[in-house]
């Protein structure tokens, strides 16, 4: 029997951890619930103690519990702590170890990886002290996040941060807890992503609006499955979450290098990056100056190297995925792709309108050398990636 300590914060998302709790206690879980004061204020004690069929815990200073279960018991009995939803307050405490509540304190005094389900306005969550806070609690190896989804708030907004639905934590915390089949360990996987820069002179240059988003979710959703993930990013905000090598580059031919110094014994080859197909032929060595007799301006340009038709042609090529960008006939010019650069597989997406550059979600259809053609409904870019990594595990033939 699984023992789940689910701890619960002020935030209005509180109420769905009585049905959390009702599902990890049909799962046939042992749940302890652990509140904070300001928990009490949106749902009672009594009714989760009903549900978990246990007392709750909720104050550190309480002699009777601290004998019993107090929050170093309760940290040590857990096999997994899962603090939904966490307010952005308690994201705060949990970056800087503050342990001045139960939770808090029962949270620095676990050695076991937990689960946080944020719960705050869109506001809140987009506001980079809280960004700030989520990037350490990451980077502390100590916990997973369950991030918020999107949509309409209990506030009245519409954006990001409500907290993720209870089945979707359920399952995640229970999956976390399986002893793990990763179809790709020890497997080398590079990718590339976001824009380059092609300069024009020291100072200025021409690049595209691609985000890297949905490269960073790629390289994750490939480490997630045991890759040994090597990501070659163009300038951009995005990064992965989880651990990899990443090499920064600017221009195609920087990519280009970096991918052939990294592609020796690559399993898998994606070319997610938005690469620059032209650069400018004369790239100015001094800031090019405005002249008065002069209205107009031409540059010149030359072919940039194909980073991913430049890998299908390699003698040992690795499976090499390609994505195709489009705004018309996106299909039919995805399979010309697919065909004239000799890949295994294609992501084509429609990026008319502003649908895909820098937003969270994507609609994406993959086809493969037979022209079979996947649709993966709109989606966020995390659960795009993880099904193109799907795909590329089953076509590789390694699945579980
Ligand atoms: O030909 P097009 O640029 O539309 O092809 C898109 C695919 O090719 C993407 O996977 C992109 O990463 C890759 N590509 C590349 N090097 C280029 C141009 C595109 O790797 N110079």
Not at 153 to 163: F, K
Not at 279 to 298: F, H, P, Y
Not at 339 to 346: G, H, R, T
């Amino acid at each position: 029997m699984k023992k789940i300590v689910v701890a619960i914060t002020g935030s209005i998302a509180a109420y769905k951890s009585a049905h959390l709790v009702r599902l990890f206690k049909k799962s046939g879980c042992d749940v302890r619930i652990v509140m904070t004061q300001s928990a009490k204020e949106f749902i009672t004690p009594m009714t989760m103690q009903a549900l978990s069929g246990n007392a709750v815990v909720d104050n550190i200073l309480d002699p009777a519990h601290e004998m019993g279960m107090g929050h170093i018991e309760l940290s040590r009995w857990a096999d997994a702590i899962v603090i939904a939803p966490c307010s952005a307050n308690m994201l705060a405490k949990l970056a800087n170890g503050i342990a001045d509540d139960l939770v808090s304190a029962m949270c620095l005094a676990s050695p076991k990886k937990m689960h946080i389900a944020p719960s705050m306005n869109r506001f809140m969550w987009d506001n980079p002290m809280a960004q700030a806070n989520v990037q350490k609690l990451l980077a502390s190896n100590l916990y997973l996040m369950i991030d918020p989804g999107s949509g309409e708030q209990a506030c009245g907004e519409v954006g990001q941060g409500r907290m993720a639905e209870p089945e979707a934590i359920h399952d995640r915390v229970l999956a976390d807890l399986m002893p793990k089949h990763l179809p790709l360990l020890g497997k080398k996987i590079v990718i590339t992503g976001g824009p380059t820069r092609e300069a024009i002179d020291p100072v200025r240059y021409i690049s595209n609006h691609s985000s890297g988003k949905m490269a960073c979710s790629l390289a994750d959703a490939f480490a997630e499955q045991g890759a040994d993930v090597t990501l070659v990013l163009g300038p951009c905000e995005a990064k992965p979450k989880l651990p990899m090598n990443i090499v920064s580059v600017e221009s195609a031919q920087n990519m280009l290098d970096a991918v052939l110094v990294n592609i020796d014994n690559a399993t898998v080859f994606l070319g997610a990056a938005a690469v620059a197909d032209y650069r400018v032929a004369n790239i100015a060595d001094e800031k090019m100056k405005k002249t008065d007799d002069q209205d107009g301006l031409t540059l010149s340009f030359v072919k940039n190297p194909d980073v991913l038709a430049t890998v299908a042609a390699l003698p040992k090529k690795p499976f090499v995925v390609g994505f195709a960008a489009e705004t018309q006939n996106v299909i039919e010019y995805a399979i010309k792709k697919l065909n004239a650069k000799k890949l295994d597989l294609i992501c084509a997406n429609d990026v008319s309108q502003g649908k895909v550059f820098g937003q969270d979600e994507n609609s994406i259809v993959i086809i493969d050398t037979n022209n079979e053609k996947i649709e993966l409904p709109r989606s966020t870019k995390q659960d795009q990636a993880k099904k193109i990594v799907n795909l590329v595990i089953n076509k590789l033939g390694l699945e579980k």
